[in-house]
Nanobody
Framework: QVYLVESGGGLVQPGGSLRLSCAAS????????MGWYRQAPGKQRELVAT???????NLADSVKGRFTISRDNAKNTVFLQMNSLKPEDTAVYSC?????????WGQGTQVTVSS
């Protein structure tokens, strides 16, 4: 089993920044993909950003140039630096770890962008 614990969500004004963190523990495959997905009220969950253990990244077009994903493989931790936040970034952000066809999810953290 793999456990994911997220932190760093909250309320921020438009144009502000937040940094999310997700720490994984348990039986973690050395090769995996960690990342972030989000779900806004009334919408489907969507990919925000992912990063492989090898450093390959995938970011949604809507966040390119504003969000940066990084990870510390030694600590099994992934980060999402979110800059220039917009009201449409408001959602529950969930951490994901995927390996060999199995997905694990964190409990989610709320990000609200509002003045």
């Amino acid at each position: 089993q793999v456990y994911l614990v997220e932190s760093g969500g909250g309320l921020v004004q438009p144009g502000g920044s937040l940094r999310l963190s997700c720490a994984a523990s348990g039986s973690i495959f050395r090769i995996n993909v960690m990342g972030w997905y989000r779900q806004a009220p009334g919408k489907q969950r969507e990919l925000v950003a992912t990063m492989t253990t090898g450093g390959r990244t995938n970011l949604a077009d809507s966040v390119k140039g504003r969000f940066t994903i990084s990870r510390d493989n030694a600590k099994n931790t992934v980060f999402l630096q979110m800059n220039s936040l917009k009201p449409e970034d408001t959602a529950v952000y969930s951490c994901n770890l995927g390996a060999f066809g199995v997905d694990y999810w964190g409990q989610g953290t709320q990000v609200t962008v509002s003045s």
